[in-house]
Structures are given as C-alpha cells and as structure tokens.
C-alpha cells in the first residue's frame, strides 16, 4: 500500500512540474535582431489564454543601407501581427507604424486581445518602405501577450 501511494505521488510529482513550468514561460518574449528585411518574421508563439492584449515593444533601432553606407536612424517600422494556424491562412490583424529610433526610448503598439491561438509579427515597411534594400537591426524587441 505505502508503495502504491509513493509511486502515485512521484508520478503525479513528474507530471506537474512540466505543466508549472510551461504555464511560467507564457506571457512575453524578449530577443534582438539584426540585418531584417521586409518580409521577416519574429519566432512563433503560443497563447494558450485570452486574458491580455497582444503588445509590441522596441527599442535602439537603426539601419544600414547600401546607398548610404552607414549606420542611419530608424524613423519608422510597420510591423504586423499574424496568426499563424497550420491548416489555413495566416489570418492578418493589421499593421502599425512604430516610430523607432537609436535611443533607450521604448516605442509601444497595441493589437488588443486575439485569442488563443500560435502568432508572429512580420516587418512590413521600415521607413514607409517595402521594398528598400534598408536592413532593420534592433537592439531589443519584446512581445506581451
């Protein structure tokens, strides 16, 4: 009897722990990029609850161009949110400028509450342009879902 109930508690011991920690990492990322183009996406992600709005932070943004040689500021971005479903479409929720820049000033975008689901977000446009041979690079960028 003692070792059925020890067996039982270890295995439901093993089997919480993994949940706990998945549950933790829920919530928002945090990376940097260098060298984007329009077109490129960020990591996929999971939202499993439909308890907060979809939210994108930058920071430190700056690029570099073939014509002009150097490290220039960034004045805008459109990024986009998608949701990235496997079985159809990717379903689009619309792009924002984001006026960035070289500096520690944190530029925010609000997509509002999408639901459960797997997303991205995609780079459209970096200075009200698509097709700019600009490379984006950025010194942060967090998503908060």
Same mark, same amino acid.
């Given at each position: 009897m003692y070792v059925r109930c020890l067996v039982l $508690?270890?295995?439901?011991?093993? %089997?919480? $722990?993994? %949940?706990? #920690?998945?549950?933790?990492?829920? &919530?928002?990322?945090? #990376?940097?990029?260098? &060298?984007?183009?329009? *077109? %490129?996406?960020?990591? $996929?992600?999971? +939202?499993? !609850? +439909? +308890? !907060?709005? +979809?939210?994108?932070? %930058?920071?430190?943004?700056?690029?570099?161009?073939?014509? !002009? =040689? *150097?490290?220039?500021? !960034?004045n805008s971005v459109h990024m986009e949110l998608q949701r990235r479903d496997t079985w159809t479409p990717d379903e689009n929720y619309g792009q924002k400028k984001m006026n960035c820049n070289k500096s520690n000033t944190?530029?925010?975008?609000?997509? *509002?509450?999408? *639901?459960? =689901?797997?997303? #991205?977000?995609v780079l459209r446009k970096v200075n009200g342009t698509v097709n700019a041979p600009d490379h984006l690079h950025c010194g942060f960028i967090r998503a908060k879902f």
């Open positions: $508690v270890l295995a439901l011991t093993f %089997m919480t $722990v993994p %949940m706990a #920690s998945a549950a933790n990492a829920e &919530g928002q990322w945090t #990376s940097s990029f260098s &060298g984007w183009l329009p *077109g %490129m996406k960020t990591r $996929v992600w999971e +939202n499993k !609850a +439909n +308890n !907060a709005s +979809n939210r994108l932070e %930058m920071k430190k943004c700056t690029f570099t161009t073939e014509r !002009a =040689g *150097g490290s220039l500021t !960034a944190l530029v925010k975008q609000d997509w *509002g509450k999408r *639901g459960k =689901g797997r997303f #991205s977000y």
